[in-house]
Structure formats: structure tokens, C-alpha cells
């Protein structure tokens, strides 16, 4: 096992930052055996910390880190029960083109690819489509280390240890195998197109329940909002043609485009609005298709902060609407779009979705802008339709307001404490949010 001392850790946006006693690199299940005693005897609090793709201090270590970036890969798959087991420390991006090699695939992913399978699934990492739910709901065993060192393996079950281990934040161990049910391997078409907001949310029922994927993104203020819609198609690869004007128009032109974007609106925040009317005009018309893996993920090479929300479908189209009337004033200093997806509810006892169907919306703001006014407002809007934020992303989150929004927050506690009696992976973060 490597370990470096006095290592300086920040997650991917740079907002969150750690100044470590050491930092870990074990090779094997029993090298973090003896971290975690080592720890526990020592009195230290371990944390791993993924791939620090979280914009709030979920990831966040007080006195010790360990990075699982040496246990990746696929460990076994059964092809008749369509399982597949892998390292925990293996990123998204490998684990997808992994199993296309054997012919299965996640039924759904995020847009973004860069996490670690551990981390996904301890924050309920999600993309969209109503029939699905978050990374974490394909999990169908954990293989975990709890805090006194002992090796563990669970399979889900209908009982409340898999409704706690399902969005555990990493607060019972730290994972090292993770099981997940897989689907035969297929591709999809996306398309996206611009819409009239009003139309938009019209068409929002109809466009939910008939296509397998939806999202918006909607510019704030602005009239017009990008649909992207996703089917199933029979078996392709991305062309290398899609693949080449994808590089150029998502890696290059655009990337550089929205980054010159976004430093004009920190250095002269008024330009924000213009910057979100131009962005919103060029809102592209287009189709593609390619294996799954291909179409869900999106770069996010323009560095941001970020805070999401899960509210109930029901409320959805009532909140866009005046969020949308608040927002044609441009009250804040913003040029990102709100990212808008649903899930499926779910019954983990950490789900922001408390078993339903919920949307997701996801406000963003440019690193080095200041967030306070917009995510300030966020944070209220949100509370007033019932929204829970995403643990992964920043939030205001205390134990008074978890009680609120978690009714079995004391039963998730009572298990924690059972396989992490002596709070080896309990932070400062986690004492102030689950008040111990």
C-alpha cells in the first residue's frame, strides 16, 4: 500500500478543500483491513474519497483519505443471472465499455461519466427517465469493510439494511466490490431540439411517458428551452463521422466557446444575461445515435459549482412556471442552464426521491462566480415544493432539517452505528448533518 503524508486534497470544482494527516493507496481488500484498524486504534476518521466529483463535503476528509484507484475493473459476471461484479474504484467511463465487451450494459446512466462506482452510488448518482432510478437502484450487492475492519458482504434483500446501504455515503464502510443487475447491451437515439417554453411545458407529460429518456435544459429567462429525447434503437456504434463533429463541436468549439462565456461573465457579471440569450438562440437542432454509453455522457471540461433537488413530478411544470416569471427579471448574475430530469421513486431511507417519481433540477454556477444570491433562492423555491437536495451537490443541509426531510433518518443512524461503532468514517460533515 502507497501513503503519502500531509497531502492537500479538493474535490473536481475546487470549492471544497482538505489538508490530510496521510493519504492511501491500498492494493488489496486486507490493506484496507489494517487502514481501518489502524485508524480506529489511532482514533482517526478515513474517508474515501472517490473521484471528488461532489461540490459538497460529502467527499470531504478531516484526517485521513484512501483512493480505491487501484482496485478497479471487472472482478466476474454471471451472463444467466445478467449480474456483473466489479472493484468499487473503477470510474463509470471504464466500467460501460467493460461490459459492452460482454454483451450487457447499465440501464441508465448519468451525463456525467468521470465518478467512481463507489462514489455514484453512495450519493444516488442519477440521470433521467421515469421508468428508472438512480445508479444506486441497479446495486444488487455490496462488499464493504465496515468500521471494525471486518469484510462484509450483502445482498439485496426487502429488508432495511439494503434501504440503508442503497445511498449510504459511504457512512458503513468503505466499499470495494458493488454487484449490479445489468441489461442486454443496446444503443440509443438522441435528439435535441429547441422549444418554445410554453409549448414545452404543454408537450412535458406527453414527452415524460413516451420516450425511455428526457431532459431540458433550461436557460434562465430565457423563452426558448433544449429538449433532448432518447429511444432505443436496433444495435450500433457511434460513427466515427457523429464521433469526429462531436470532438470538434462539444470538445473543441464549444468548450472554448462557453469558456470565453463564462470568464466574460466573471469578469463583467451584467454580461450574464446576454451570454444566456446567446446561448439559448444557439440551441441546436440534431440526432445521433451510438451505444448508450456514447449518448448519455456529456464533457463538463468548463468548471462550475453546482446544487440539485429532487421535488415530486407532480409539482413540476407549477414550479418551472414561476421560476420561469422570476427569472425573465434576470435577478441573478447566472449564464448556465438549469438542468431538468425524473426519476423514478425509490426506497432507499437516503433517497431524495422518498419512493416518488420525482424531477430533478439542477442549478449551476461558473467557479469563481459568486453562488450566494442564486443558490440562496434556489435553496427557497426548492423548499417550498417539497424538494431534498442531492447529497453530492451543495446544499445547506443540518440534522434538524434531515429530520424533516427523512422520516427513518433515526433507523439509517442506528444501522450506521452497528457496523461503525467507533465513527471511523463519521467527519465533521456527517456529525453536523446526523447531529452526533
Known amino acids: 500500500m502507497t501513503v503519502k503524508k500531509g497531502s492537500r486534497w479538493t474535490n473536481w470544482s475546487r470549492n471544497v478543500t482538505a489538508s490530510l494527516d496521510y493519504f492511501h493507496y491500498p492494493e488489496s481488500i486486507e490493506d484496507i483491513q489494517q487502514l481501518v484498524d489502524s485508524c480506529r486504534v489511532r482514533g482517526k476518521t478515513l474517508r474515501a474519497i472517490g473521484a471528488g466529483h ?45 461490459l459492452s465487451e460482454i454483451g450487457m450494459g447499465f440501464e441508465n446512466m448519468g451525463d456525467i461519466q468521470q465518478q467512481t462506482l463507489a462514489g455514484a452510488v453512495s450519493t444516488g448518482t442519477h440521470g433521467t427517465g421515469i421508468k428508472f432510478g438512480s445508479l444506486s437502484s441497479q446495486v444488487v450487492a455490496w462488499t464493504y469493510i465496515d468500521g471494525n ?22 457512512l458503513f464502510g468503505v466499499l470495494v466490490k458493488l454487484t449490479f443487475r445489468t441489461v442486454p447491451l443496446y444503443s440509443l437515439h438522441v435528439s435535441s431540439r429547441k422549444v418554445n417554453i410554453n409549448m414545452a411545458i404543454a408537450e412535458w407529460d406527453e414527452s415524460l411517458y413516451k420516450n425511455r429518456h428526457m431532459e431540458w435544459f433550461y436557460f434562465p429567462g430565457n423563452e426558448n428551452v ?15 463521422e457523429s464521433k469526429a463533429i462531436d470532438f470538434i463541436s ?11 462565456m463564462s470568464e466574460l461573465c466573471r469578469l463583467k457579471p451584467a454580461y450574464s ?39 415530486p413530478l407532480k409539482r413540476f411544470q407549477e414550479c418551472i412556471v414561476e421560476m420561469h416569471e422570476l427569472l425573465k427579471a434576470h435577478p441573478f448574475y447566472v449564464h448556465f442552464p438549469i438542468e431538468c430530469r425524473t426519476t423514478a421513486g425509490e426506497d432507499a431511507l437516503l433517497s431524495p426521491t422518498q419512493g416518488e417519481e420525482s424531477a430533478f433540477i439542477a442549478f449551476h454556477m461558473y467557479k469563481g462566480m459568486d453562488n450566494g444570491p442564486y ?22 443541509l443540518t440534522y434538524t432539517e434531515m429530520v424533516k ?19 471511523v468514517f463519521m467527519t465533521s460533515y456527517f456529525r453536523e448533518i446526523l447531529g452526533e
Open 375 to 396: 443558490f440562496k433562492w434556489v435553496n427557497r423555491i426548492m423548499k417550498s415544493y417539497g424538494g431534498r437536495p442531492h447529497f453530492g451537490k451543495m446544499n445547506n
Open 226 to 240: 433544449q429538449v433532448k429525447e432518447m429511444n432505443d434503437v436496433p444495435l450500433v456504434k457511434q460513427s466515427k
Open 405 to 423: 426531510l427523512y422520516p427513518k433518518i433515526d433507523l439509517f443512524k442506528k444501522l450506521r452505528k452497528e457496523f461503525d461503532p467507533y465513527g
Open 273 to 311: 444575461r446576454k451570454m444566456t440569450q446567446i446561448a439559448a438562440s444557439a440551441i441546436p437542432n440534431s440526432d445521433k445515435k451510438g451505444l448508450y454509453f456514447e449518448i448519455f455522457p456529456s464533457p463538463r471540461r468548463v468548471k462550475f459549482t453546482e446544487t440539485e433537488y429532487a421535488i
Open 149 to 170: 475492519g471486518i469484510l462484509r458482504h450483502h445482498r439485496r434483500a426487502d429488508d432495511d439494511l439494503s434501504k440503508a446501504l442503497s445511498v449510504s455515503l459511504g
Open 54 to 98: 461532489s461540490f459538497s463535503k460529502v467527499a470531504c476528509p478531516d484526517d485521513e483519505a484512501v483512493s480505491l484507484d487501484k482496485l478497479r475493473g471487472l472482478v466476474s459476471f454471471d451472463r444467466e443471472a445478467m449480474e456483473a461484479t466489479f472493484w468499487a474504484g473503477t470510474y463509470l467511463y471504464e466500467a460501460a465499455p467493460i
Open 250 to 260: 462539444n470538445g473543441v468549439v464549444e468548450t472554448a466557446g462557453f469558456k470565453l
